[in-house]
């Protein structure tokens, strides 16, 4: 062999061995100055991400000689890390799971079960009783809990007191029905320089706010929490599916969907809707320029009060390392989180709503009230798929389409949806 | 504790070296076991991308094929379900119809309006005169803007009262809905991505317009040959090999539409592509066996339509090196005086055309946050709000301060180095090896390449993170650097590969005679003369990583190592009671672009002429 051939295998195995040894130290560490390391998955704004580290994760480090919990956050696209990390087996330890998906990880095996754990802490932060029962019920799988909710937002009325006045309109009250809702909002439509063109409306939607805030209170569920059979069959909740639509089409309070897009709540902040359904903790009753007030929702005809709250858990990685640890760890970072993400999904903290949030202040009482008719969606292992084709099928054409109705619509999708039941 | 740059510069630099040592030693083993020079020479020069192409393409190819005949949830272990998936979509998927049909429309138009504007503004723009340069840049410049702040500028463009509808309205035309009428939804689309595509495209017609011998275009003249016979007999020949890269990348490209879409909201089913489908089944509803097999169905069609154009291609693809093109040194026909002045308003034409988007987003990123709410709340886009008074440049400092922009700024540059400097290195000997060596198993080597391009890239991102995690590389900056030396994908292979055709090969033979070795005669002839297509990857490269969201988001966990991307992707996204940032998102894009704008500037001088002799 020639003599720069062997420089050349000198080279190759030198370079291929450091290029190995170097490989072999990489890669996350599992702990650090004696302290076990536990990586904590989440989203966020930016200023967000910043008051989750400073005012939830700092203190929890500082206090432990035992643990440490390293942020990893997603500024987008969130569920696509996750469960890429989850398959390529390096799932975080703790991580937020939106509503909606704690019934598709946990049949995977990828979850922690904590029913135990739960069971047998007298920490207040695992008393379950202290919950509201609404974002408690998608924590639960098979009777087991999965996660515990850190959040709960009821979506609430916000109304630009502003326009209310402007239209000679007197602002909601406790007993307000669809039909006082509607009524208002007729009134609150104005085309306000006579060029034909309506420039204020009294409400906007699109596929926000759900579909299904309208069936609850009209004393009907769109899917039957035990049996999950589709009540597409049933008349109210066709009533109400036909009602939403009939806000565009019939009263013409709410812009059609070309004048909405995508940004639903930018007419509201534009001063040009008088009225938006929003999430709680939203910052549409500190809009600089408006004088925004909130309200519970309108009741439904018979007076029956459901609100959509959107939640979101916190739960454990099925592969963690250090088990008792871990559930010691994570115990500290709900209880963190649910003293300043607001609201918080308990009682004894919801109390304490001003305390944690001051700019929510005037909004509290409200909030407290949503709160105790709010109601989760029901737990599906296929919900996206549902929530995909029920809104492709059904709910977008009624809202698009003038002369649709619900009735045909959902004859014709329910083969379908029934199938992503299943 | 060693810095996580230091680290993953040093293994960047191990995996070069031992590459290095392995080529040699690879051609030296298979000479010394009888192999043909061409075969041991070939098969050197393609084994970074070799390695590449079997770990982080074949492997994760051959994983989904086998996903796609199972139930897959991604979380948990997929069940075999044989041919199911497929009879499904072929039989009874009414929204497979759907999309595939919108697809392949939009791929239709998209692709020849493509190729026929970025060639139009390529012989607008091959021009010399003086401000030339800018005018360039103007039309390169939508080219390097992020998609997702594409996506958001075109909805607003094409907003019912929108920049679009008021220009129609100036000519009496009541402009559609477009992203919101079914009817108008692929047009949309199409002229986005339009918009888009010329940048890119332009710069590589541009480069090998400037090569055509003007000699052959005087004589031409002489015989009395028109304006359109010299383009037709003359130019298009001899630009045909870069018109056949475009249709095969511009058919793939097209037919695997992403990002755009998914930030963009249409009527039904109206604006729902392929790639879009499978992401939706595959990521959203846990599907990704189904999505698998879609995946499949499209890359046995893109193998077929690109079968088609290969063999086709033999017929007005010329490839024959013409040694005069080395004497005219970027020297172009130029018109006479009175064309001089049409010809320069159809560059003043152009340009203004693609420039107005720009302004749009330059003008929001100086928007307050309550006139950007009335540009919303309005009708999403009014032209009213084209320019607010008072200006806000308050919001770059802002942005900029609202998240650790510096250190981000860092990590991109750091990624971007180095993987632009592996991938020019290695896709450049894949491509010399196919160019030039007749080896055994070429044109199956070569089908690989072309196959890499066209499996969508969601269906493969968990075989190939879980061999990064296996490596246990994840979480640091390796994945998405380490892999550019392995080739860096084929698309930079095939845009080299094409340039390296039309070489004329008589200095190699006779650098061949002299004794020189293959190493020198690439690295001292070839590359030399190869300055233009080098530039065109470099830049190509360097907006892709430089834009790269996926890589960064799937592979980085701490935000000290976040990119300028995962930063702008904060302002993007809809949290708990925050109010959207559009001009804070604006002002970003449009300081992330400014590095790229800088670069071509700099050296479009490079790319434009040909390289030394």
Not at chain 2, 292 to 297: D, K, T, V
Not at chain 2, 433 to 456: C, D, E, H, K, S
Request: glycine share 6%; charged share 15%.
């Amino acid at each position: 062999m020639r003599r720069s051939t062997w420089v050349y295998l000198g080279l190759f195995l030198t370079a291929g061995g450091l290029l190995a040894w170097s490989i072999s130290t990489a890669g996350p560490e599992s702990s650090r100055d004696g302290k076990r390391i536990f990586r904590f998955a989440c989203w966020g704004a930016a200023k967000e991400i910043a008051e989750l580290r400073s005012r939830v994760l700092d203190p929890i480090n500082a206090a432990s000689d035992r643990y440490f919990i390293e942020l990893t956050p997603a500024p987008d696209d969130y569920r696509r890390k996750l469960t890429t990390m989850i398959a390529g087996r390096s799932a975080p330890d703790f991580f937020y799971l939106s509503q909606e998906d704690i019934a598709s990880f946990a049949p995977q095996g990828v979850l922690l079960d904590l029913t135990d754990a739960v069971e047998q802490s007298n920490d207040p932060v695992l008393d379950l009783s202290d919950y509201y029962p609404g974002p408690l019920g998608p924590c639960r799988w098979n009777g087991r809990i999965w996660a515990l909710p850190w959040i709960a937002q009821p979506v609430i009325l916000y109304c630009n007191v502003d326009l209310f006045e402007q239209a000679d309109v007197p602002l909601p009250d406790d007993d307000w029905r669809w039909e006082d809702f509607v009524r208002a909002g007729q009134k609150l439509t104005r085309d306000t320089n006579s060029d034909g063109r309506i420039d204020i409306w009294g409400f906007a939607q699109n596929q926000w706010p759900p579909v299904e805030i309208w069936i609850r209170q009209n004393g009907a569920r769109l899917i039957d929490p035990q049996t999950h059979r589709l009540g597409l069959q049933d008349r109210r909740v066709l009533e109400a599916m036909n009602f939403k639509a009939d806000l565009i089409h019939k009263y013409r309070i709410a812009p059609p969907l070309s004048r909405v897009g995508q940004a639903t709540n930018a007419l509201f902040r534009a001063g040009r809707c008088a009225m938006f359904m929003g999430g709680a903790s939203d910052d549409l009753d500190r809009l600089e320029g408006l004088e925004v007030r909130a309200f519970v929702l309108p009741a439904g005809p018979d007076g029956t009060r459901a609100t959509f709250a959107w939640s979101a858990g916190l739960a454990i990685s099925a592969s963690v390392q250090d088990e008792a640890l871990a559930l010691e760890a994570w115990q500290k970072l709900l209880a963190g989180i649910q003293r300043w993400k607001i609201p918080a999904p308990r009682r004894s903290l919801a109390s304490l709503l001003e305390q944690i949030e001051p700019r929510k202040a005037p909004s509290a009482d409200v909030i407290r009230q949503a709160m105790e008719s709010m109601y989760a969606p029901t737990s599906l292992v296929n919900y996206a798929r549902f929530d995909n084709l029920f809104w492709k099928e059904i709910e977008e054409p009624l809202l698009r389409d003038p002369s649709a109705r619900a009735g045909p619509l959902a004859k014709r999708a329910a083969p379908a949806l029934r199938e992503a039941l299943e | 504790m060693i810095s996580p740059y230091l680290a993953t510069l040093l293994r960047f630099l191990f995996l070069a070296t031992a590459l290095g040592a392995g080529t040699v030693l690879l051609y030296r083993l298979l000479r010394r076991c009888q192999a043909g020079e061409d075969t041991a020479a070939g098969y050197a020069f393609l084994l970074p991308w070799l390695l590449g192409a079997v770990v982080f393409s074949l492997v994760p190819m051959l994983l989904s094929l086998g996903l796609s005949f199972t139930r897959y949830n991604v979380l948990a272990s997929p069940d075999w379900i044989g041919w199911e998936h497929y009879a499904r979509i072929l039989s009874g998927d009414p929204i497979f119809l759907t999309v595939a049909s919108n697809t392949a429309l939009f791929a239709l138009f998209a692709v020849v309006l493509g190729i026929v504007s970025s060639l139009a503004a390529a012989m607008l723009m091959s021009l010399d005169m003086r401000g030339m340069g800018i005018f360039r840049a103007v039309v390169y410049l939508p080219s390097v803007i992020p998609a997702v702040s594409t996506a958001l500028l075109w909805r607003w463009i094409f907003a019912p009262n929108g920049l679009v509808n008021a220009l129609l309205a100036f000519f009496n035309i009541s402009g559609p809905e477009w992203f919101d009428n079914p009817d108008w939804v692929i047009p949309a689309f199409v002229i986005m991505s339009l918009q888009g595509a010329c940048g890119n495209n332009m710069v590589i017609f541009l480069a090998r317009i400037r090569a055509v011998d003007v000699q052959i275009h005087e004589a031409a003249a002489l015989d009395g040959a028109g304006l359109w016979a010299r383009f037709r007999h003359i130019t298009l020949p001899q630009i045909s090999p870069v018109i056949f890269y475009h249709l095969v990348t511009g058919l793939i490209g097209s037919l695997m539409i992403f990002t755009q879409p998914m930030f963009i909201q249409t009527p039904g089913r109206s604006g729902l592509f392929y790639v879009p489908y499978i992401y939706q089944t595959g990521w959203e509803q846990g599907a990704m066996g189904y999505a698998c097999a879609l995946s499949w169905i499209l890359f046995i069609a893109l193998m077929l339509l690109t079968m088609l154009l290969l063999v086709t291609s033999r017929k007005w693809v010329h490839y024959e090196s013409q040694d005069a093109l080395m004497i005219t040194q970027g020297r172009v026909l130029q018109p006479g005086r009175a064309r001089r002045s049409l010809w320069l308003a159809g560059v003043v034409l152009f340009s203004a055309v693609m420039l107005l988007p720009i302004v749009w987003m330059v003008s929001t990123s100086l928007k307050s946050q309550p006139q950007l709410r009335q540009v919303l709340g309005t009708a999403r886009g009014p032209m009213e709000h084209f320019v607010d008074f008072p200006l806000h440049p308050e919001n770059y400092a802002d942005a900029w301060s609202a998240l650790p922009f510096g250190r981000f700024v860092w990590n991109s540059v750091f990624i971007a180095v180095l993987a632009i400097g592996g991938e020019l290195l290695s896709a450049s000997l894949a491509a010399y090896g196919f160019a030039r060596f007749n080896l055994r198993g070429r044109r199956w080597l070569f089908g690989l390449l072309l196959a890499t391009l066209m499996i969508p890239p969601v269906v493969m991102m968990v075989p190939i993170f879980l061999i990064w995690t296996r490596l246990g590389l994840v979480g640091t900056f390796d994945p998405l650097v380490l892999a550019s030396l392995l080739g860096g994908g084929g698309l930079y292979v095939f845009i080299f590969h094409q340039f390296f055709k039309t070489l004329p090969q008589e200095l190699e033979e006779a650098a061949r005679i002299d004794g020189a070795s293959h190493a020198r005669i690439f690295f001292r002839i070839i590359l030399p003369q190869s300055l233009p297509v080098m530039m065109v990857v470099f830049l190509i490269s360097f907006q892709a990583h430089w834009n790269d969201f996926l890589g960064p988001l799937l592979y980085l966990d701490r935000q000290e190592q976040y990119t300028m991307t995962l930063g702008l992707r904060y302002f993007q996204a809809n949290y708990l009671g925050q109010e959207l940032r559009w001009h804070w998102l604006m002002a970003i894009t449009t300081v992330m672009a400014l590095p790229t704008v800088v670069i071509f500037l700099l050296t479009q001088r490079t790319f434009f002429t040909r390289g030394r002799r």
